[in-house]
């Protein structure tokens, strides 16, 4: 199953409502960093998890809202880690529906 940011957005009558991003709860294996100068949402994503398509995932964990991909420097972020944790939540969000 990919990990669709959209996957939960409801379309009526075609036209789509707003999307609901999936809560990703705190984890024991969850990482921690500071941004940096030039720290992008994407560039983290693709470096922890291995797809740049990911970015949305730090930015609902760490209630960045919408817009930017750019973050501030010094700003400290929680990655929701591994992925396979992510799958599994969002598993579970389906099952219950």
Do not use: C
Request: zero cysteines; charged letters at 30%; a positive charge.
């Amino acid at each position: 199953m990919a990990l669709d940011r959209y996957q939960f957005t409801k379309k009526v009558r075609d036209v789509y409502k707003t999307t609901r991003y999936p809560m990703f709860k705190k984890q024991l294996s969850d990482l921690y960093i500071f941004s940096r100068d030039g720290d992008r949402l994407d560039n983290l994503a693709n470096d922890y998890y291995k797809d740049p398509r990911y970015w949305w995932v730090i930015a609902q964990a760490n209630n960045l809202g919408k817009g930017t991909v750019t973050i501030p420097s010094g700003l400290q972020l929680r990655i929701p880690f591994p992925i396979d944790n992510l799958l599994t939540n969002l598993r579970e969000v389906e099952e219950n529906k």
